[in-house]
């Protein structure tokens, strides 16, 4: 997600409102509320733009973007949604566009700090990792996923039909939102934005590494140990094993990639050869 700095700015205002209603609320499920009633109001949005519009309208008073909120939603929203939208319509947005993107942004930061308050952020993060590995894998599914012409509500009992009972309440409800409004996105990249989101609120960052064989508990310890020296700060890692690799790993964290397997020596000599 890019942001204009006005928008970069609004969203850390509406995201201080949001941890500000999250630190006052013992409740968790109130979190997961605020998480799925700001999905909603999302998907409302997105539908209808020339409301998305009238709430991003710079030029327009905010008290009456505030009324324009309360108006619609009083009443049908928990407090703590309406305060956050509040907070969202009267900070000054770059884009109608960029608004949603921050809405979006908010529900995810409410289902995560949930997931993080009973304790479950790692096997979260660790749910998307694996399911986003699953859709990659199997190219039927990604396709059903990704057809525009499918229904959202059909592709959202096709992701419910794998993960129902087999995931947290948080992933589930992540997952549900990602496929019934990708938003331009690939499914497998959504859902690898996902983990990636709830590594950084673990403050780590994610380490894609890929083997020619499965790693013991004790390599992955090991590997997680040397990576978190090599660029101090915490690391997660997120394993996937693939034959043809032929030997070795191959490490990306951001943008540098480590290839230490087999077949990427082999292909730097054909490179080297070739030039």
Known sequence: MTLHAASREALAAAELRLLELADATKDTGELTK???????VLRVLAEQPQLRRAFADA???PAGREQLVRGLFD???QGSTLQV???????RWSSPRELLDGIESLGRTALLVRAERDGRLDAV???LFRLGRIVAGNQELELLLADPAASAEGKAELIDSLVEGKVEPVTKTLVDQLVRLPRG???VDGLTELAELAAKRRERSVAHV???VELTAEQVDRLTATLTTIYSR???LHVEVDPALQGGLQIKIGDEVIDGSVAGRLAAVRRNLAS
């Open 185 to 187: 996105l690939r499914v």
């Open 210 to 212: 890929t083997s020619a």
């Open 234 to 236: 915490p690391i997660a």
């Open 34 to 40: 605020l998480g799925e009633e700001l999905f909603a």
């Open 75 to 77: 009443g049908k929203l």
């Open 125 to 127: 993060e660790d749910e």
């Open 85 to 91: 939208l509040v907070a969202v319509v009267t900070a």
């Open 59 to 61: 030029s327009s008073d």
